[in-house]
């Protein structure tokens, strides 16, 4: 069965974005010409430690999980995008009715929109965006819930996510789980090959910091 539930999720993805505005902050003068910045590359050089892995089946793995992380990363970045956005839109209504009557409009059109994309997601896959969403937002999939609609609908959420094994609650701690950390890893390796637009977290993470803790560890 897949994630039909997630639609709680697509309330984020419900606000346009906005245009692009290229400002005098974002050119540079050459020689009396304006330049967009965007056109000239100015990228540093990263360097990241090597990993190691004990066998072919490790190795395996963490293939598997780079496959699921470059794969659901970008819902959680739209997700933060349309969560500010749609913060302040809401901040704009003043009624509690116009705000859920204004929620509930977004639900229905944002379900057809994106409801058969994110059903094709694995378990695996949902357990990742659950924790990446916290990542992005600094807020677990519950928090969220709750403060946009309701106690009530975080409960039911958790409640049927829980059927499958998943939590809501679930934060992401790369210094603690070792999954979370092979994903940190992955989103800074993939976003300096610039296989990944990066995003900022709503948390700083040191990935060497974390390679040191976690080869501590393994000591």
Do not use: C
């Not at 990742?128 to 677990?140: A, E, F, K, N, P």
């Not at 958790?158 to 934060?171: R, W």
């Not at 701690?173 to 296989?195: M, T």
């Amino acid at each position: 069965m897949k994630f039909g539930w997630f639609f709680f999720l697509l309330l984020f993805f419900s606000v346009f974005a906005k245009a692009q505005d290229y400002s005098k902050d974002s050119l540079i003068l050459v020689e009396g010409d304006s330049l967009p910045t965007y056109g000239i590359p100015l990228k540093e050089v990263i360097v990241f430690q090597p990993l190691r892995f004990k066998n072919s089946e490790e190795l395996n793995r963490y293939l598997i999980l780079r496959r699921r992380v470059l794969r659901v990363y970008p819902y959680a970045k739209l997700a933060a995008e349309r969560l500010t956005v749609l913060n302040e839109r809401l901040d704009q209504i003043d009624s509690k009715l116009g705000k859920k009557k204004y929620l509930k409009r977004l639900e229905d059109f944002v379900y057809e929109e994106f409801e058969e994309e994110l059903k094709k997601l694995s378990k695996s896959q949902g357990k990742i965006l659950i924790r990446l969403v916290y990542r992005q937002t600094g807020s677990t999939t519950f928090e969220l819930v709750k403060e946009l609609r309701n106690g009530w609908k975080a409960f039911l959420y958790q409640t049927t996510a829980s059927l499958f094994s998943l939590s809501l609650k679930e934060k992401y701690n790369p210094a603690e789980v070792l999954e979370d950390y092979l994903i940190e890893d992955i989103l800074q390796r993939a976003f300096a090959d610039q296989y990944l637009i990066e995003q900022a977290a709503a948390i700083d993470y040191d990935l060497d910091a974390l390679y040191q803790h976690w080869k501590e560890k393994d000591k």
